[in-house]
């Protein structure tokens, strides 16, 4: 029997720059007391904040997100950092699996509306891949997450092209984090 991935995204959006985010970010991922394979990665946003986006991946047969193990934060701490969780995802093509290298961006796009033409997206992929995964339960945030891994001479571009030419609800150019 083949064994399903599921990608659990989970989105937080703060103030904090990654040297003082990731020391939160090691405390939060060990009160939920998550051992798998997780991607962090920032995305600047142009209010003066910052949105991190980590990736928990696991197999479907051992998935238990368990996002309520978590201690309650004082007030300060939750007006500093706002998380929000977008849900598990299951793949639907993936083209590259690891970090992304040192020469490389990843530029995250989420889609809502179900009936999008993935293939338009597909097009995008000259100068990279591309990793799609779809909404594995009816509750998740988007109904799609693109993950595109581009040469950083190109990001901007590709990003910009996206906007010209498709239609999505969100995207960035992502930067994976590391402690």
């Given amino acids: 029997m083949k064994e399903n991935i599921i990608v659990q995204f989970v989105e937080f959006e703060t103030t904090l720059d990654s040297e003082a985010f990731i020391p939160k970010w090691e405390q939060y991922k060990e009160s939920i007391d998550d051992n798998r394979h997780v991607v962090l990665q920032q ?73 999008t033409d993935l293939d338009s997206f597909r097009q995008f992929c000259v100068h990279g891949k591309l990793n799609i995964y779809q909404a594995y339960y009816e509750n998740c945030k988007f109904t799609y997450i693109l993950e595109f891994f581009v040469k950083n001479e190109y990001a901007a571009d590709v990003l910009q092209q996206l906007r010209i030419l498709t239609s999505f609800d969100e995207a960035g150019i992502y930067k994976e984090c590391h402690a």
């Avoid at 051992?62 to 950092?81: C, G, L, P």
């Avoid at 699996?97 to 009936?115: H, N, P, Q, Y």
């Fill in 43 to 115: 995305h600047v946003l142009k209010n003066g904040k910052f949105k991190y986006i980590s990736q928990h991946k696991c197999s479907s047969n051992e998935f238990q997100f368990a996002f309520n193990k978590e201690r309650k934060a004082s007030k300060a701490r939750e007006a500093e950092i706002r998380k929000r969780l977008a849900g598990g995802y299951s793949v639907l093509q993936l083209e590259t699996i690891g970090e992304t290298k040192a020469d490389e961006s990843k530029i995250l796009v989420f889609i809502l509306d179900a009936r």
